[in-house]
């Protein structure tokens, strides 16, 4: 029985270089690595070579395919299983298994499948991993000029200086102060009247923590705000303002870490004022500085609702400045949303539960928090590790 390249033969059209005229012709085998292209009216040899100068182009469907030779000819061919053959010969075989892959639609289906599994698996367990190795590895250099950066920004634009009293700034630096020394970081306290971003506190890179005048004023006793501190000390023991950065910029940071060239990374947190006004960690973020911080609560002997109760004074003050937003006519009482007594009285009105405050701004604060209700249950309940 004869070897199966000598019983190879391809008809197909024969082209020469720079000519438009075609011939009928035929490609076989002449030995197991060498081919010949034969005319088929006269059977004169067109051309003689090794199957290594061969350039054959890829399969698309059932169109004709194109053999390309060291000297600009080509052939033709609708002979695809044939060629295929020509190709495993050469040691390309996997261009067929592509081929088989592609022509069957339960393969392909199947391909999909896993291609959208695998698009899922990276967005929702490979980014977070890769981000939060990468924030760990961001020299302190760049923490510290994003950290200026954005803190620059937001005060003039955002933030304005305290309104506080001085004796009181210092009163609650002090005891912030027995706190923050506790962890192993450069922590530095700063207030700020908060305007539009309200009642709030938010960690930087560096270590900066900035509580809002309008924070301060919600909370009725000190342990209220060392809470606070020790959740935004979690954001920054954790990372987490430069892992959100990271995650919305992963494959810029991996091209520039690629090339060794780490001076440009600096300027992906010009972002960072965005995640700090929309209080735009994730859940998973949250969870983990509550976890943070009620660890060293326990260790202070701190309860944990004390956290829980300010949470929840935080939505009610958000739902209270939804609500005067939309009273266009008279919002005169709504200096009632800055304290803890004035919503107890909005609350006792029903202004906070009025449909005209569903869906309004603190929709948003919502949608990046855990619920506090959730929250709650984990920091009363839940022993400290």
């Known amino acids: 029985m004869q070897p199966l390249w000598q019983r190879v033969r391809i008809d197909g059209l024969w082209y020469e270089e720079g000519v438009s005229r075609q011939r009928t012709a035929f490609l076989r085998h002449i030995s197991e690595q060498d081919i010949e292209v034969v005319d088929s009216s006269d059977g004169a040899q067109l051309v003689c070579c090794s199957l290594d100068d061969l350039k054959i182009s890829s399969r698309l469907g059932n169109t004709s395919r194109q053999l390309y030779f060291q000297q600009g000819q080509k052939f033709e061919s609708l ?118 971003l309200g009642a709030n506190a938010f960690a930087l890179p560096d ?99 004390h956290l829980a109760d300010l949470l929840d004074r935080i939505e009610l003050n958000i739902r209270c400045r939804a609500y005067f937003s939309l009273q266009v006519e008279d919002n005169s009482q709504s200096s009632l949303c800055d304290t803890p007594g004035g919503l107890q009285q909005a609350q006792q009105k029903g202004w906070l539960i009025s449909q005209a405050t569903e869906g309004a701004g603190w929709q948003s604060y919502l949608d990046s928090h855990p619920d506090n209700a959730e929250r709650r249950a984990m920091l009363v309940n839940e022993v400290a590790e």
């Not at 977070?128 to 590895?137: E, G, R």
């Not at 900035?210 to 004023?217: C, I, N, P, R, Y």
């Not at 705000?225 to 892992?243: D, K, N, P, S, T």
Request: proline share 3%; hydrophobic share 45%.
């Open 79 to 196: 002979d695809n299983e044939t060629i295929d053959q020509l190709l495993i010969a050469k040691g390309h075989g996997f261009s067929r298994f592509i081929y088989l892959l592609e022509s069957r639609w339960q393969l392909v289906f199947i391909a999909l499948i896993l291609f959208v599994g695998f698009g899922y698996g990276m967005v929702q367990y490979g980014v977070p991993a890769v981000a939060n190795k990468m924030a760990f590895w961001l020299p302190s250099s760049v923490a510290d000029q994003a950290a200026s950066h954005t803190l620059r920004l937001l005060d003039e634009t955002v933030l304005s200086p305290s309104k506080l009293p001085r004796s009181q700034q210092d009163q609650l630096l002090t005891k912030f102060k027995v706190y923050s020394q506790q962890v192993d970081l450069p922590i530095t306290i700063q207030f700020r009247h908060g305007g539009n």
């Open 207 to 305: 270590g900066t923590i900035v509580f809002t005048d309008e924070l301060v004023k919600l909370a009725e006793r000190p342990e209220e705000l060392i809470a606070v501190l020790l959740h935004e000390i979690g954001h920054v023991a954790h990372r987490h303002g430069a892992q959100s950065v990271m995650q919305n910029s992963l494959l810029v940071v991996m091209a520039m870490a690629f090339v060794g060239d780490t001076s440009g990374i600096a300027e992906l947190f010009m972002g960072m004022p965005i995640v700090m006004m929309q209080s735009a960690y994730s859940r998973d973020f949250e969870r983990e500085a509550d976890r943070f911080a009620l660890r060293y609560m326990h260790f202070n002997q701190i309860a944990g609702s």
